[in-house]
Nanobody, 119 residues
């Protein structure tokens, strides 16, 4: 299983962006997809997650200005972030619990995409 993340870049404070992460491989289903981030000198933290049933969780730091969604036909998860702040600067990693043929669960990580919020 591979997770390919994209959508990072340089954004001005107050701006928006959308991250995407597509899973590929012999996928049966993906019960959980999530985004983590790691800022310089800090531990990796969970930003948001979404289940196969559509239940979501957001970290307090992004709640109200972020939306996680998924397109199961494309095995893709998205993270839309608005009102970006300098403290959102981090490398963002997608993560997924993927059930693959023959019904083995893999805890997969994407390669990370850098988001820099600066004027």
């Amino acid at each position: 299983v591979q997770l390919q993340a994209s959508g990072g870049g340089l954004v001005q404070p107050g701006g928006s962006l959308r991250l995407s992460c597509a899973a590929s491989g012999r996928i049966v289903t993906i019960p959980r997809m999530a985004w983590y981030r790691q800022a310089p000198g800090k531990q990796r933290e969970l930003v948001a997650e979404i289940t196969g049933g559509g239940s979501t969780f957001y970290a307090d730091s992004v709640k109200g200005r972020s939306t996680i969604s998924r397109d199961d036909a494309k095995n893709t998860v998205y993270l839309r972030m608005n009102s970006l702040k300098p403290e959102d600067t981090a490398v963002y990693y997608c993560n997924a619990d993927v059930i693959v043929v023959p019904f083995t669960t893999i805890h997969a990580w994407g390669q990370g995409t850098l988001v820099t919020v600066s004027s």
